[in-house]
Structures are given as structure tokens and as C-alpha cells.
């Protein structure tokens, strides 16, 4: 995931180099464009953050020299925190992350102005015109007041692959339900679903951005 969409933000906003900030390391991208990089390793918790990016990444990069995006590809519970003490330190990089970013309380509690920019991959867009998106999408507003995120929307679809694994089979077994999972295919809110020879879904990617504190529909990547 990371060189698919990476690379395609990279190619859509002329992005040249990449830092990238996990709970468990951090690694710095430089020369992007011409495939350069070179990288290196070290533990930190999610409140050491300044202290790692200051030991780890400015001495390789700079000062004065930032990145032009920031991979953070972490949980919820660190995300607010850790862009809120990168944006402390001066570091304006575009952040890019995965679908914790998709977290309907990640902007009010990080800041709007904070994330304005981000892109981050998700699985799901309530913007989507499908049938199948809008109905879930009207359905689950009707009752939790909310639009739905990735997280709501994967544990809808999961469901509803395995009731329609069971209303397939004639006689219930694990074999025969295993089977028809793995037969699957439904047009579900995200796209339409199928599973490969490895039991890993066939799913699109979709792009979003953070525009005015709300994740926006950028495009979808199919696999």
C-alpha cells in the first residue's frame, strides 16, 4: 500500500521526498522521485516523537531541509498528539497515513487546521455514488446521527459477507461456509468484493483529503 498510493500522491502533487514516523521506527525518504532512500530504525512511543524526529531525521535531512510528505500510519489513540507536537515543531510536510486517519473525531481532536491537507488511504468514501453506499450510508446516519467511516463501514461488509456465505449453502458445515465466503461476490458500499485464491479480498484503494477538517474524495486506486 505504502508504494502504490505513496507513489501516486507523490506523482499527482510533485512530491521529491518522504519521512516516515511509525509508533516502532522511523525511516526518511529523500529523493523520491529518483528512487532514492535510505533509512534507519529506532523504538519510540508516541509522546517521544519530537525527541526521535529531532535524533533520527534532522541530521539526515537538515534543518532547514524538510520533507515533503510525512508517512504516519499510526493508531487513533497517537495520531492527535503526534501531529500536533510535529506541527509545534515547524514541520509543514503534507501527512499522508492509513485508515486511522479515516476516524470521524481525528480532526476536532488534532486540530482542523492541523490535518488540512492530509491525504490518507481508506477503503470506503461516504461520497460514493453507488446504490449500495448511499443506502448504507442513509441508513447508518438515520440511526447513530453520524456519517460512517472505514471502520463502521468494514464491520458492516464483513457481516454481510458471512450471512451471505450462510444463505448459500444448503447444509451448514465450516467446509461449505468456508467455500462460500471464499466464492464471494457482492457489490457492497466499498465496491464490489471478491476474495483470491489466498482468501485475500480483491478491494480497491480510495484516496482521500482533509479539506476544511473533513476527509474528502480524492480517487480510487483498484488493485
Known amino acids: 500500500m505504502l508504494g502504490t498510493n505513496s507513489g501516486f500522491l507523490a506523482g499527482r502533487q510533485q512530491l521529491f521526498s518522504v519521512a516516515v514516523i511509525t509508533k516502532l521506527s522511523a525511516h526518511s525518504y529523500l529523493g523520491a522521485q529518483s528512487g ?3 533509512s534507519l530504525v529506532g523504538s519510540f512511543p508516541s509522546w517521544s516523537f519530537p525527541k526521535a524526529f529531532a535524533e533520527d531525521c534532522l541530521p539526515l535531512v537538515g534543518k532547514d531541509k524538510q520533507p515533503d510528505v510525512l508517512w504516519m500510519p499510526n493508531q487513533i489513540g497517537e495520531l492527535p498528539l503526534q501531529i500536533q507536537q510535529a506541527r509545534a515543531m515547524g514541520i509543514t510536510s503534507t501527512f499522508l497515513g492509513g485508515d ?3 476516524v470521524t473525531t481525528l480532526a476536532e481532536t488534532a486540530g ?13 468514501s461516504a461520497e460514493s455514488d453507488s446504490e449500495a453506499a448511499k443506502a448504507w450510508v442513509e441508513a447508518f446516519e438515520e440511526i447513530n446521527g453520524y456519517t460512517p467511516g472505514s471502520h463502521a463501514t468494514l464491520a458492516y461488509e464483513a457481516l454481510k459477507i458471512v450471512i451471505n456465505g450462510l444463505e448459500s449453502i444448503e447444509t451448514f458445515s465450516r467446509e461449505a461456509l468456508r467455500d462460500a465466503i471464499a466464492a464471494t461476490n457482492l457489490e457492497l458500499p466499498s465496491g464490489t468484493v471478491t476474495f483470491d485464491e489466498n482468501r ?3 478491494k480497491a484503494a480510495v484516496i482521500m483529503q482533509y479539506q476544511d477538517g473533513v476527509g474528502r474524495y ?5 488493485p
Do not use: H, K, R
Open 112 to 124: 482542523a487546521d492541523m490535518v488540512e491537507g492530509a491525504c490518507y488511504v481508506s477503503c470506503f
Open 36 to 38: 532514492g532512500l535510505y
Open 100 to 102: 486511522s486517519w479515516d
Open 200 to 202: 485475500n479480498p480483491n
Open 218 to 222: 480524492v480517487t480510487t486506486i483498484q
